[in-house]
């Protein structure tokens, strides 16, 4: 099994920065798009950033020009480099990845992190 591992959430002052890793482990064929997603209270989860396995990238409006998406594929990390935080950031940030696993290659499935707590207050 695949499980996805996010590090790096804390308590920032508004302005500040945060990066977030998330490794993934496992019995891993190969990794495609991985993205992150946050959540806050009371509200759904949105698509905040995501990067294909050619590196192509997409970010919700609202972080556009603050966050950066990379990945290291030799790693299995996906990494949000987070600037310039609002307290509208705050929320519980969730990895994602379409992964094919050795035992069925051929078959994309959907991981989650368990996701890492960001707030920006002062």
């Known amino acids: 099994q695949v499980q996805l591992v996010e590090s790096g959430g804390g308590l920032v002052q508004p302005g500040g920065s945060l990066r977030l890793s998330c490794a993934a482990s496992?019995?891993?064929?190969?990794?495609?798009?991985m993205g992150w997603y946050r959540q806050a209270p009371g509200k759904q989860r949105e698509l905040v950033a995501s990067?294909?396995?050619?590196?192509?990238?997409n970010y919700a409006d609202s972080v556009k020009g603050r966050f950066t998406i990379s990945r290291d594929n030799a790693k299995n990390t996906v990494y949000l480099q987070m600037n310039s935080l609002k307290p509208e950031d705050t929320a519980v940030y969730y990895c994602?990845?379409?992964?094919?696993?050795?035992?069925?290659?051929?078959?994309?499935?959907?991981?989650w992190g368990r996701g890492t707590q960001v707030t920006v207050s002062s």
């Open positions: 994602n990845a379409d992964i094919t696993t050795t035992r069925t290659v051929g078959i994309r499935q959907k991981y």
């Open positions: 990067i294909s396995s050619g590196g192509s990238t």
């Open positions: 496992g019995s891993i064929f190969s990794i495609y798009d």
